[in-house]
């Protein structure tokens, strides 16, 4: 059974920093995202990374800003959020999927397991 717990969500101030993390059981982090959803929005794809070959996706908002990396030793894939904005106050989940996504990583519906998600609140 695969679980995604992901940990790390919290209040800050515009100009922030937050580093989320997500650890994964029951399946080995091969092509991992983080995707998030605001009030009365879809939830959609902020960042993607294949262990496979290194490949990172990034939507263009967060695009440096925003780094994802995965530790395969440790199972977890993290998301480092820097200079963060009222805008990216969102639920950020974790989501895996069981094969290789390529160009469609920011589509929900592409992913097959999901962690229970955490808020980042950021204040302006």
């Known amino acids: 059974q695969v679980q995604l717990v992901e940990s790390g969500g919290g209040s800050v101030q515009a100009g922030g920093s937050l580093r989320l993390s997500c650890a994964a059981s029951?399946?080995?982090?091969?092509?991992m995202a983080w995707l998030r959803q605001a009030p009365g929005k879809e939830r959609a794809g902020v960042a993607a990374s294949y262990s496979g070959d290194g490949r990172t996706y990034y939507a263009d908002p967060v695009k440096c800003r925003f780094s994802i990396s995965i530790d395969n030793a440790k199972n977890t894939v993290y998301l480092q959020m820097n200079s963060l904005k009222a805008e990216d106050t969102a639920i950020y989940y974790c989501?895996?999927?069981?094969?290789?996504?390529?160009?469609?990583?920011?589509?929900?519906?592409?992913?097959?397991?999901w962690g229970q998600g955490t808020q980042v609140t950021v204040s302006s």
């Open positions: 029951g399946y080995s982090v091969h092509y």
């Open positions: 989501a895996a999927s069981a094969r290789f996504i390529g160009s469609f990583w920011y589509n929900r519906y592409e992913y097959n397991y």
